[in-house]
């Protein structure tokens, strides 16, 4: 039993969280591809897509920055 609480806490200190960032970022992903491939005209365009899809999150926050002057 104490190998399991230690266990625990060692994980919590090195900043393990729970999942629902992960969530939220997956169902962004998942979505951004949705969109991106349902657009797409040609296979480079869905393989495009798929790149956007995956670092659209990066884009997202340096055009808020750009926006606020940050």
């Known amino acids: 039993m104490t190998t399991d609480s230690n266990d ?3 994980r919590w ?3 393990y969280r729970s999942g629902a960032s992960g969530a939220v970022y997956g169902m962004g992903l998942l979505g951004a ?3 991106y491939l ?3 005209t040609s296979f ?3 393989a495009l897509g ?4 995956i670092f659209w999150p ?3 926050v340096f055009e808020v920055f750009n926006f606020l002057s940050l």
């Open 33 to 35: 591809w949705f969109y």
């Open 8 to 10: 625990h806490e060692r």
């Open 38 to 40: 349902s657009t797409a």
């Open 50 to 53: 798929i790149i956007k899809g």
């Open 44 to 46: 480079m365009a869905g």
């Open 58 to 60: 990066a884009v997202f």
């Open 13 to 15: 200190k090195r900043g």
